[in-house]
Every structure is written in C-alpha cells, then in structure tokens.
C-alpha cells in the first residue's frame, strides 16, 4: 500500500516562502506523475504543479514564477517550493500520485497566509 506524507505548512506573511515535502513509502520511479493540488473552503481541489517521469513540469497560471515542484528520486520525496506567497494562496495543499489505473493522495498540509 502507497503512503504518502505531506509536510511543511504553516503560517506564513504575504511574501514570504514555505517548502512543502511529501515523503512516499516506496519507491516514486515508477510513478508516471506527482504533483500538488490545493483546496481552498469549498468542494473543488485545483492543480497547482505537476512533474512527470521525465521531469516535465507544469503549472497552474496563478503560481507560474513563484512555485517550483520537484522531486528527489533517493529520498522518495515531492517537494514543492513556494515562493512571495500571497493570501489566495491559503488553502490545504495535497500530494497525488499517478500509476496507473491507480492514483494515490496524501492527507494534506495547511498553509495559510496572513498578516
């Protein structure tokens, strides 16, 4: 069974940065595509980053410039740096993993951004 752990949410003012990590519990070579979504109060969880087997990014407009995924194969990790946030940016922020047919999601990290 997959597990995945996210990490590294918080409080953080406008401008500020945070580096979000999801720890896998194997391996993630085989995995086609990790990425990060988010959810905001309400029903819907939006993509925020993807990166693919072959390292291929990409993101949502609203983080181009700001937001970087990335993903240590040794240390079975996702990361995602976030960078001059800004509070509609607050939200619950998730790691999904793609093999197919299966998806695998991680139970999430707060981040809220605030003065």
């Known amino acids: 069974q997959v597990q995945l752990v996210e990490s590294g949410g918080g409080l953080v003012q406008p401008g500020g940065s945070l580096r979000l990590s999801c720890v896998v519990s194997?391996?993630?070579?085989?995995?086609?595509?990790m990425g990060w979504y988010r959810q905001a109060p309400g029903p819907q969880r939006v993509l925020v980053a993807t990166?693919?087997?072959?390292?291929?990014?990409n993101y949502a407009d609203s983080v181009k410039g700001r937001f970087t995924i990335s993903r240590d194969n040794a240390k079975n990790t996702v990361y995602l740096q976030m960078n001059n946030l800004k509070p509609e940016d607050t939200a619950v922020y998730y790691c999904?993993?793609?093999?197919?047919?299966?998806?695998?999601w991680g139970q999430g990290t707060q981040v809220t951004v605030s003065s």
């Open positions: 999904k993993l793609n093999r197919w047919p299966m998806e695998y």
């Open positions: 194997q391996s993630i070579v085989s995995f086609s595509t």
């Open positions: 990166i693919n087997s072959g390292d291929s990014t």
